[in-house]
Structure formats: structure tokens, C-alpha cells
């Protein structure tokens, strides 16, 4: 017999919460809840949280109290291989186990994780579960790009929204990395005036890209050791890949959304006057740094993502 599982700690006492409890506690629960945020940890802990209280509260014996995750009648779904991807065949094998009867409580959950790595075939078959939902079940679809998802399927389950989790985390090397890129620009905008200086600051971006890359891979790697540990020991090998892959993905989503930060951090005292070259070239800095990252999302790769745009900034930020 196992603890009942917390709500994440930054949640406690908001509203979200309080109308799932209540909701639990009334047994008026919707069958399929959409979880929304910036963060995919943060809305596996809510869904854990609810699948817990929805299993063990509807156990014929408090002996049989297992981790959402270990329990026999908590079944899960998630993206497979280097694509992550959750084809139709996995989808329909999803659909088959919830449809039978509870092994051990009354009550089934369903966690989709990242539902919009559904293909469209998976998405076709799920929306007909959630037209026609089992009985005695509760569907929980998890993803930070809801509007991904078919507006059918949204339409049909009651979503939540929860803030991202504060982290703490920081790879080893990311704050030297940053310091170096303030550094950098810095040298830019006090101008580059022979072929020398030229040299080294391209020098000195493809350095910062090389770093970069060492940085992200010994994060994910450090990630991924204790992500392991807490993942169920009948997990496939395709389901592991997309998970370590997703974890790479969001990784390299936070450290340029830092990026990011450090760019207008540093232009502030920069825009504190008249100084429309450094008001437009932070502009023009932040719009290239998007349209990487949206370039991210179609598999460029990290590294080609940030020369395109340290080599752009190397242009927008340096005084002739």
C-alpha cells in the first residue's frame, strides 16, 4: 500500500484544483479532461494526482492502493520512436483495454501523454472513444500544444489550464554560456572596425554554437538518467526513444527561450533614451530568434537554428 499521491506543490489551493476535488468527491468528474500548460512534468503530476484519487477512492479494498503508474486498471498512452508519434494501431490497443472491466477498482483512467503526437488516423479513431466514452472511465489527454489537437477533440473533453512548475534547474555550463553571450554582443555594439575583429567574433559565435551543443546533450543526458528511474519497467523501447527525445526537444525549448531573455536583458539600458538602432535591432534579434524556434519544431536542427541567428544578430548589433 503506497501514499496517496500530492497535487504539485505550486497548484495547492487553486482553483483548478479545488473543482477537480469536488468534482472527484461528488463523482461528477467530466469522463475526458484536458490538461494544458508550459509544462509536460507539471501535467503528468495533476494527472497522476487525479488518476490516484479516482482509482483508490473507488477500490473495493484500501489494501489495493498502488502508483497511478503500477496500477492495473491506469493505462497509458504515449508517443513512439524518433518521430514520437502515436500511431492508430497503439491508439485502438489503448481503446480495447479500457473497455474491459477494472481488474482491481470500479473505476478505469486513460493518460494520453502528449495527445497531439497523435497522427491523424489516431486522432480519428480516439475522437470516436470520446463520442462514445466507456463506462466507468476517465480519459486524461496531456499536451502543451492544445491547439494542435482537432477542435473535435477538443470540444468534447473539459480542459484545464495549469501554470508551469518554478525549476530550479540549471545545466552545468548554461550560465557561463550566457554570461559569454552578453559578452559577445556586447563587443558588437562597440563596434567591429578592422577584418580582425570580424574574424573574432564569428570565431566567438561558432564557439558559443559548439558550447551550445555540449551543454543541451549533457542536459538531456542528465535528465534523462533520472527520468528513467520513474518510468513503468514494461516500457517499450520505442515509447523510451520518445521520451528521451522529448526531453532533448524540451530542453532545447527552455535554453532558447533564455536566449531570449538574455537578449532583452541586455538591450534594456540600450532603449532607455533615443537609441532607435538598438530598439530596432532588438526587434529584429528577437523576430529571427522566433522563427528559429518555429524551425525547431520542424526537426532543424539545434545547431543550424542558433548560427542562423547569432549570424544575423553578429549583423543587427554591430556599429560601423
Same mark, same amino acid.
Given at each position: 500500500?503506497?501514499?496517496?499521491?500530492?497535487?504539485?506543490? +505550486?497548484?495547492? %489551493? *487553486?482553483?483548478?484544483?479545488?473543482?477537480?476535488?469536488?468534482?472527484?468527491?461528488?463523482?461528477?468528474?467530466?469522463?475526458?479532461?484536458?490538461?494544458?500548460? %508550459?509544462?509536460?512534468?507539471?501535467?503528468?503530476?495533476?494527472?497522476?494526482?487525479?488518476?490516484?484519487?479516482?482509482?483508490?477512492?473507488?477500490?473495493? +479494498?484500501?489494501?489495493?492502493?498502488?502508483?497511478?503508474?503500477?496500477?492495473?486498471?491506469?493505462?497509458?498512452?504515449?508517443?513512439?520512436?524518433?518521430?514520437?508519434?502515436?500511431?492508430?494501431?497503439?491508439?485502438?490497443?489503448?481503446?480495447?483495454?479500457?473497455?474491459?472491466?477494472? @481488474?482491481?477498482?470500479?473505476?478505469?483512467?486513460?493518460?494520453?501523454?502528449?495527445?497531439?503526437?497523435?497522427?491523424?488516423?489516431?486522432?480519428?479513431?480516439?475522437?470516436?472513444?470520446?463520442?462514445?466514452?466507456?463506462?466507468?472511465?476517465?480519459?486524461?489527454?496531456? *499536451?502543451?500544444?492544445?491547439?494542435?489537437?482537432?477542435?473535435?477533440?477538443?470540444?468534447?473533453?473539459?480542459?484545464?489550464?495549469?501554470?508551469?512548475?518554478?525549476?530550479?534547474?540549471?545545466?552545468?555550463?548554461? +550560465?557561463?554560456?550566457?554570461?559569454?553571450?552578453?559578452?559577445? &554582443?556586447?563587443?558588437?555594439?562597440?563596434?567591429? @572596425?578592422?577584418? #580582425?575583429?570580424?574574424?573574432? $567574433?564569428?570565431?566567438? $559565435?561558432?564557439?558559443?554554437?559548439?558550447?551550445? %551543443?555540449?551543454?543541451?546533450?549533457?542536459?538531456?543526458?542528465?535528465?534523462?538518467?533520472?527520468?528513467?528511474?520513474?518510468?513503468?519497467?514494461?516500457?517499450?523501447?520505442?515509447?523510451?526513444?520518445?521520451?528521451?527525445?522529448?526531453?532533448?526537444?524540451?530542453?532545447? $525549448?527552455?535554453?532558447?527561450?533564455?536566449?531570449?531573455?538574455?537578449?532583452?536583458?541586455?538591450?534594456?539600458?540600450?532603449? +532607455?533614451?533615443?537609441?532607435? *538602432?538598438?530598439?530596432?535591432?532588438?526587434? $529584429?534579434?528577437? %523576430?529571427?530568434?522566433?522563427?528559429?524556434?518555429? &524551425?525547431?519544431?520542424?526537426?532543424?536542427?539545434?545547431?543550424?537554428?542558433?548560427?542562423?541567428?547569432?549570424?544575423?544578430?553578429? #549583423?543587427?548589433?554591430?556599429?560601423?
Amino acid at each position: 500500500m503506497t501514499a496517496p499521491v500530492s497535487w504539485p506543490p +505550486s497548484l495547492l %489551493g *487553486t482553483p483548478s484544483v479545488a473543482v477537480i476535488e469536488q468534482a472527484i468527491t461528488r463523482r461528477r468528474l467530466s469522463h475526458s479532461l484536458l490538461l494544458t500548460g %508550459g509544462d509536460l512534468d507539471t501535467l503528468v503530476l495533476v494527472a497522476q494526482a487525479i488518476a490516484d484519487r479516482l482509482l483508490s477512492g473507488q477500490t473495493a +479494498s484500501t489494501a489495493h492502493r498502488f502508483p497511478p503508474d503500477q496500477h492495473p486498471d491506469c493505462y497509458a498512452l504515449r508517443p513512439a520512436g524518433k518521430m514520437r508519434q502515436i500511431s492508430a494501431d497503439a491508439t485502438r490497443t489503448l481503446i480495447t483495454k479500457v473497455q474491459t472491466s477494472g @481488474s482491481v477498482s470500479a473505476h478505469k483512467v486513460a493518460i494520453v501523454y502528449e495527445c497531439d503526437r497523435m497522427n491523424v488516423a489516431a486522432a480519428n479513431v480516439f475522437l470516436k472513444t470520446l463520442e462514445e466514452p466507456p463506462a466507468h472511465t476517465t480519459l486524461l489527454l496531456l *499536451t502543451t500544444r492544445p491547439y494542435s489537437l482537432l477542435p473535435t477533440i477538443r470540444s468534447r473533453c473539459l480542459s484545464f489550464r495549469f501554470p508551469t512548475a518554478p525549476s530550479s534547474y540549471s545545466p552545468d555550463g548554461w +550560465s557561463a554560456w550566457l554570461d559569454d553571450y552578453r559578452a559577445w &554582443l556586447a563587443r558588437l555594439v562597440e563596434g567591429i @572596425s578592422d577584418k #580582425r575583429a570580424v574574424a573574432d $567574433a564569428l570565431m566567438a $559565435a561558432y564557439g558559443l554554437i559548439a558550447r551550445f %551543443g555540449a551543454v543541451l546533450d549533457f542536459a538531456t543526458d542528465e535528465v534523462w538518467k533520472l527520468q528513467k528511474e520513474k518510468l513503468p519497467p514494461d516500457l517499450g523501447d520505442d515509447e523510451q526513444v520518445a521520451i528521451e527525445t522529448g526531453i532533448a526537444n524540451g530542453l532545447r $525549448a527552455r535554453l532558447f527561450i533564455e536566449i531570449e531573455h538574455a537578449t532583452r536583458t541586455f538591450a534594456l539600458p540600450y532603449l +532607455s533614451g533615443t537609441e532607435l *538602432t538598438a530598439n530596432r535591432a532588438l526587434t $529584429a534579434a528577437i %523576430g529571427k530568434l522566433e522563427q528559429v524556434v518555429g &524551425l525547431l519544431r520542424l526537426n532543424l536542427n539545434e545547431s543550424a537554428a542558433l548560427e542562423d541567428f547569432l549570424l544575423t544578430s553578429l #549583423r543587427l548589433w554591430t556599429r560601423k
